[in-house]
C-alpha cells in the first residue's frame, strides 16, 4: 500500500505512465499523420464543444489566442475544423468539427476503447473493480486540479 505521503508523487508517474502509454498507442487514421498534442487537445476541446470561439478555447487550454488562431489555420487547412461566423458577434468565429474530424475521432477512440478494453480484460475481476470504483473520485481529482490551475 503507498504511504500517504507518496501518494500524490505515485499518483502523478501513474497518470503520467499512462496517459503517454495511451497516447502512443494510438494510430492516427488511415493517410494522416501523428499530430502534435496540442493540436490534439484542441480537437477534442472543439468536439466536446463546439461552437467554441478561439479566445474561450485559448483560455480553456491555457493558451495564447494567438497560438491557438495558428492551431486553427492548419486544422482548417487540414480539413479537421471548419470557422463559423458567430451569429451573436460577427467580429468572432466558431470553431466547429467537420465530418472528417468526426470520423477520424471515431476511428481513433474504437482503437484507443479496444486497447483497453483487452488490457483490462488481463486484469483480475478485483483489479477491473476497484479501477471502476476509482473513477468518480479520479474525474472529482482531475476538475479540482482543472480548477486550482485556472
Known amino acids: 500500500m503507498t504511504a500517504a505521503a507518496d501518494l500524490p508523487a505515485e499518483l502523478s508517474r501513474v497518470v503520467w505512465t499512462l496517459h503517454r502509454t495511451l497516447r502512443q498507442t494510438v494510430r492516427p487514421p488511415e493517410g494522416e499523420h501523428v499530430r502534435p498534442p496540442a493540436q490534439v487537445e484542441l ?27 495558428a492551431l486553427v489555420t492548419l486544422l482548417v487547412r487540414d480539413g479537421f475544423l471548419e470557422r463559423a461566423p458567430d451569429p451573436a458577434d460577427r467580429r468572432a468565429v466558431q470553431l466547429r468539427p467537420t465530418a472528417k474530424m468526426r470520423a477520424g475521432g471515431e ?37 479540482r486540479l482543472a480548477r486550482d490551475a485556472g
Do not use: K, W
Open 43 to 69: 480537437l477534442h476541446l472543439v468536439h466536446d464543444r463546439p461552437g467554441i470561439s478561439v479566445r474561450e478555447a485559448a483560455r480553456a487550454l491555457r493558451m495564447q489566442p494567438n497560438n491557438v488562431s
Open 107 to 143: 476511428q481513433v477512440d474504437s482503437a484507443l476503447h479496444l486497447g483497453v478494453a483487452a488490457a483490462l480484460a488481463d486484469l483480475p475481476a478485483e483489479s477491473r473493480a476497484r479501477i471502476a470504483a476509482a473513477l468518480p473520485d479520479l474525474r472529482r481529482l482531475a476538475e
